[in-house]
């Protein structure tokens, strides 16, 4: 299955210019507040007006402004998911999953029961909403996306809203649920860490438009630009002054790198995450940054020391637990070492 979207919308002062192609079963759109996501999730469905574009499953169009193809939400077999799942508040548990079915009454309940039994809710068919828990609330609404067959789901940062222990748990349980669900699935999301558990193919959005597109695995290796190496959670992101092909400057960080593999020419920045540093003690050595601590917070599981650089910059160095021993005995690094082949080469 195949989903082709190109969209320009313009809202106030916001323009959307999306076009991609994909024929991934789960995608993800990673992405900052603000910049398009969910207004690309209800142009696909149907709910949002757009000005021109092109909307596709396979050979099923659902928008294209320049034949003037239009077709309304209930027609696309789209199932769309909130964030805050918009379950009816008056409708027992069955009642939802059955609202917006067109069969018979009883085509309607076996389907409805099918589906209880499907998503584990089984006991509940009579309660309303708010009588149900966050993740009963998430199962009654897939149940009815379900319901209704459709060809693709769309997933609006359902995660946002919970702690983090009951999103963790709400992302593996609906993992499990789609694990048999042939169509595509869309989930939008700032947050990285969801995306990358979900999603086989990854689109990074700023500003209204795609940035970067491919397999996401390879997308948070090698993110290409700044924008999107920030997005991944790379913490400490700098321009370079280009030396040689195995030579560069950073000159925020204060240091020279040498690096065995060739530098690309079109390098303008690099990205390094901040638990790849190798403390160093005594001497300076090759790809060392000074260790001029500007202030330190220590978590339960995770220090993290935030090094001064050059002009008000600051250096990201998170150290894991199982680290902390040989700093508590050696005291704080001198320097801090960079490690050539975890360097990210970005373009602005």
């Known amino acids: 299955m195949a989903i082709t979207v190109r969209l320009k919308n313009k809202l106030d002062n916001f323009e959307l210019d999306i076009n991609f192609k994909s024929e991934s079963r789960r995608i993800g759109i990673l992405g900052a507040s603000g910049c398009g996501k969910s207004m690309t999730l209800k142009s696909i469905a149907g709910v949002q007006r757009v000005d021109a574009g092109y909307i596709a499953i396979d050979d099923t169009v659902f928008f294209d402004?320049?034949?003037?193809?239009?077709?309304?939400p209930q027609k696309r077999r789209i199932g769309y998911l909130f964030q805050n799942y918009a379950l009816f508040p008056t409708m027992t548990v069955k009642q939802n999953i059955?609202?917006?079915?067109?069969?018979?009454?009883?085509?309607?309940?076996?389907?409805?029961?099918?589906?209880?039994?499907?998503?584990?809710l089984k006991g509940l068919e009579d309660r309303v909403p708010d009588q149900l828990s966050?993740?009963?609330?998430?199962?009654?609404?897939?149940?009815r996306i379900m319901a209704y067959q459709p060809n693709v789901i769309l997933l609006d940062e359902p995660f946002s809203a919970?702690?983090?222990?009951?999103?963790?748990?709400?992302?593996?349980?609906?993992?499990?649920?789609?694990q048999g669900y042939e169509g595509t699935v869309i989930l939008v999301s700032h947050n990285r860490d969801e995306i990358?558990?979900?999603?086989?193919?990854?689109?990074?959005?700023?500003?209204?438009?795609?940035?970067?597109?491919?397999?996401?695995?390879?997308?948070?290796h090698s993110p290409k630009t700044k924008a999107a190496a920030r997005l991944t959670g790379c913490k400490n992101i700098a321009d370079i002054a280009y030396v040689d092909e195995h030579h560069f400057r950073i000159p925020q960080w204060g240091c020279t790198i040498e690096t065995e593999r060739e530098l690309p020419r079109n390098t303008q920045a690099?990205?390094?995450?901040?638990?790849?540093?190798?403390?160093?003690?005594?001497?300076?050595?090759?790809?060392?940054i000074l260790f001029e601590l500007s202030s330190m917070a220590e978590l339960p599981f995770e220090r993290k020391y935030f090094i001064r650089g050059k002009d008000d910059t600051e250096i990201c160095w998170f150290v894991q637990k199982d680290?902390?021993?040989i700093l508590d005995q050696k005291g704080r690094p001198d320097y801090i070492q960079i490690r050539p082949e975890e360097l990210l080469c970005l373009k602005r």
Not at 98 to 120: T, V
Not at 135 to 143: D, E, K, Y
């Open 65 to 72: 402004s320049a034949q003037k193809i239009n077709q309304k």
């Open 98 to 120: 059955m609202a917006g079915l067109h069969g018979s009454k009883a085509e309607n309940e076996a389907r409805a029961e099918r589906m209880i039994e499907k998503f584990q």
């Open 134 to 143: 966050g993740g009963q609330q998430q199962r009654t609404a897939l149940a």
């Open 162 to 178: 919970l702690d983090s222990f009951l999103s963790d748990r709400l992302q593996q349980e609906m993992l499990e649920m789609l």
């Open 196 to 220: 990358y558990r979900f999603s086989q193919e990854l689109l990074i959005m700023e500003d209204g438009k795609i940035i970067t597109q491919g397999d996401t695995k390879a997308v948070f």
């Open 270 to 288: 690099v990205g390094y995450r901040a638990h790849e540093f190798v403390p160093v003690w005594g001497e300076r050595q090759k790809n060392c």
């Open 323 to 325: 680290q902390w021993k």
